[in-house]
């Protein structure tokens, strides 16, 4: 697996079949580093509104896209 650094040189370079891969990849990281920083603050007791205003999203849209994902 490439680094993050690596990751966002590809991203950058001049190769756009090498660069939208990085940016697929970057992007699954940024969603499943969100849904665990989202699960954390769960756990630690924030509200939806309060998880909503770090992600600048509403509160509705934080709830949809995380709000099943725990049992």
Do not use: F
């Not at 950058?12 to 990281?29: C, F, I, M, Q, Y």
């Amino acid at each position: 697996m490439a680094t993050r650094s690596e990751l966002t040189a590809a991203a950058a370079g001049s190769d756009p079949a090498t660069g939208l891969r990085a940016v697929r990849a970057l992007r699954e990281l940024a969603e499943r580093l969100e849904a665990l920083q989202v699960e954390r603050a769960r756990d630690q007791g924030w509200s939806w509104q309060q998880i909503a205003e770090a992600l600048d999203v509403s509160r509705q849209a934080a709830h949809q896209k995380h709000g099943r994902r725990k049992g």
